[in-house]
C-alpha cells in the first residue's frame, strides 16, 4: 500500500533534554496540527530532526525508539550542521534573502556546503523509508534541493513542495551565488506550492530569467519534466482555537487578566523574535500614539508577547536588546501607579493561556514587514467568538491576499498605524461585527485540514497528469 512521508526540518515533537531526562513535547506551530491528521494515519511517516544534539548511541536508539511508536523518523544533525546548515545558510542566507533583508545575508561557502550535506542527509533517510509508489511532502527553505535530490534516485516517485516563506521578486534571488542551483533543486517535485500567487509568479520568472525553462498556466517545461506551480493559502485549525477560547478555563484567565489590567483596553501583539516581524517599528507607533493621543493615556495597554527564536544568530540577539530597550523607555516614560503601558513577555505560552489573549484582545496588532502567511492573523479571528474586535494587519503578510477586511497598513508607515490603533479603538461595534463575521467565514471554511486536502489532491492530479503526457 502507497503511503504519504512528509519532511519538514523540525519534526512536529521536540525532544528535550531536562534535569529529569528526556522529554518529548508537541510543536507549537500549525504544520503539525494540520498534518497531523495525516502523518499519523496507516503507515504514514514524519521525517525531520528532534530538536537536540544526540552524542550517545544508546541515546539516539532510545529517542528514535520513542519517536517511531508515533510515527516520525528523527534525522539526528550534529552542533557543526545546527551551525552551518540551520543557522547559517537557512538563517543567515536564505531567511533575510526571502525576506528581502539582503543586508543581514551572508554568503559563506561553508554554509552552502553544510546545506548541501544536510539536504542529502535528509534524503538518505527518506530513502530508507521511501517505496516507489508513495508520495513525499517536503516542507520548506531548509530543504530546497531535497526535491531534485530525491528525484535523481528515484525518478518515478511522487513529490510536493511546500514553501511556507515569501518567494521574492528575481532580483533578490539573483544575489545569491547558489541560485540556479536552489532553483533546480525545487523543480525535483512534480508539485510545488507557495501561499500567494505573488509568490509563485516571483518563481515562475526567476525560473525563466535564470534557468531559460517557460511556463504557461502555472505549468514549467524543463527539459525532462513539466512541473505544477499553484498558490495555496495555508489555514489554521479553526474549531480549536474557537473551542480553546469559548472554554471556561480560557475565560477564567481573560477575567484575572483583564481584572489585573485594570480594564484597559487590550492591544495585543503575538510573534516569534524576527526582524521580519516589525516590532520595533510596532513599539514607535504604540509610543507615537501615546503621544500624539493623550486620551489614551491609562485607558489602553499592549499586551506583547515575544517567543524566543534562533538566538544564536547575531541579528536575533541584538533585535533582542533594542525591543528591550524600547519597551522599558515607552513605559518609564508614561507608566502611572495604576496603569501599565507596555505588558511584555519573552517567552511561549501555554495554548490555553494564548486561547484566553486572543479572547480578552480588543485589537490584534499583527504588522511584520515581510511574512509568508502569518497564522497569528487567523488565530485572533478564529478566537472571537463574539465577533467583536479589530484585527490591523500588514499588507505585506500573506494572510493580508485573505483577510481584506481587516485594517491593512503598511508597517513602516508610523503615521498609517497610529491612525490605524486609534481608529480600530474608536470602531463601532456594529463594523467590528461585520469585518469580523466575513473574515471568520473564510479563515473557518479554508482550515488547514482544507489546505491539506487540496495541496494532496492537486499533487495527485499533477502526477496523473505528467504519466498521461509521457505516454502520449
Ligand atoms: O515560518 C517558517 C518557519 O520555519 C516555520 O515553519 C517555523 O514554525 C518557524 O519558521 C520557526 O522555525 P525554527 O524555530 O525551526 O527556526
Not at 54 to 83: G, N
Not at 336 to 365: C, G, M, Q
Amino acid at each position: 500500500m502507497s503511503r504519504t512521508i512528509i519532511i519538514s526540518n523540525r519534526l512536529p515533537t521536540k525532544v528535550q533534554r531536562t534535569a529529569k531526562g528526556l522529554t518529548f513535547q508537541p510543536s507549537e506551530g500549525g504544520l503539525a496540527t494540520g498534518l497531523g491528521s495525516i502523518y499519523q494515519s496507516g503507515d504514514n511517516v514524519w521525517v525531520g530532526w528532534p530538536g537536540l544534539f544526540v552524542e550517545d548511541p544508546a541515546e539516539e536508539q532510545h529517542v528514535t525508539e520513542q519517536l517511531q511508536q508515533d510515527s516520525m523518523a528523527p534525522v539526528f544533525l550534529t552542533e557543526a550542521e545546527i551551525r552551518d546548515f540551520y543557522e547559517g545558510f537557512s538563517n543567515s542566507t536564505l531567511w533575510p534573502t526571502f525576506h528581502y533583508f539582503s543586508q543581514y545575508a551572508t554568503y559563506e561557502q561553508a554554509h552552502w556546503e553544510a546545506y548541501v550535506a544536510v539536504n542529502e542527509k535528509f534524503c538518505q533517510a527518506v530513502l530508507a523509508l521511501a517505496g516507489p509508489d508513495d508520495t513525499i511532502w517536503v516542507h520548506d527553505y531548509q530543504l530546497l534541493l531535497l526535491p531534485e535530490m530525491l528525484r535523481r534516485a528515484r525518478p518515478e516517485c511522487t513529490i510536493g513542495f511546500f514553501l511556507h516563506i515569501p518567494f521574492p521578486s528575481y532580483e533578490m534571488i539573483r544575489v545569491l551565488p547558489w541560485g540556479a542551483e536552489l532553483l533546480q533543486g525545487m523543480l525535483g517535485a512534480d508539485l510545488i506550492g507557495f501561499h500567494t500567487y505573488s509568490y509563485m509568479r516571483h518563481f515562475l520568472s526567476a525560473v525563466s530569467q535564470m534557468l531559460g525553462y517557460s511556463s504557461q498556466n502555472g505549468q514549467i517545461e524543463t527539459p525532462s519534466r513539466t512541473v505544477l506551480v499553484d498558490a495555496f493559502p495555508m489555514g489554521i485549525d479553526y474549531q480549536r482555537y474557537a473551542d480553546a477560547a469559548a472554554s471556561e478555563a480560557a475565560q477564567a484567565h481573560a477575567r484575572t487578566y483583564g481584572a489585573a489590567m485594570h480594564g484597559a483596553r487590550v492591544v495585543l501583539s503575538i510573534d516569534r523574535l524576527d526582524y521580519t516581524k516589525g516590532i520595533s517599528l510596532r513599539l514607535r507607533a504604540f509610543e507615537e500614539l501615546l503621544h500624539r493621543y493623550p486620551k489614551w493615556h491609562e485607558q489602553v495597554s499592549l499586551l506583547m508577547i515575544v517567543v524566543p527564536s534562533r538566538d544564536q544568530v547575531a541579528q536575533y540577539a541584538a533585535l533582542k536588546e533594542e525591543i528591550d530597550e524600547l519597551a522599558g523607555r515607552i513605559n518609564a516614560q508614561y507608566s502611572t501607579i495604576s496603569w501599565t503601558p507596555i505588558h511584555y513577555f519573552y517567552r511561549s505560552l501555554p495554548f490555553e493561556e494564548l486561547a484566553a489573549l486572543y479572547r480578552l484582545a480588543d485589537v490584534a496588532l499583527v504588522t511584520p514587514v515581510r511574512d509568508g502567511m502569518n497564522l497569528v492573523a487567523k488565530e485572533f479571528v478564529a478566537s472571537k467568538a463574539d465577533q467583536r474586535g479589530v484585527l490591523i494587519l500588514s499588507e505585506r503578510a500573506g494572510a493580508a491576499q485573505e483577510l481584506s477586511d481587516a485594517l491593512l497598513i503598511n508597517p513602516t508607515d508610523t503615521n498609517q498605524l497610529v491612525e490605524a490603533m486609534h481608529e480600530a479603538l474608536l470602531m463601532p461595534e456594529e463594523e467590528q461585527v461585520l469585518r469580523m463575521t466575513h473574515m471568520q467565514t473564510l479563515v473557518q471554511q479554508y482550515n488547514v485540514f482544507a489546505w491539506t486536502e487540496l495541496f494532496l489532491n492537486r499533487l495527485t492530479y499533477s502526477k496523473i497528469k505528467q504519466l498521461t503526457l509521457s505516454t502520449d
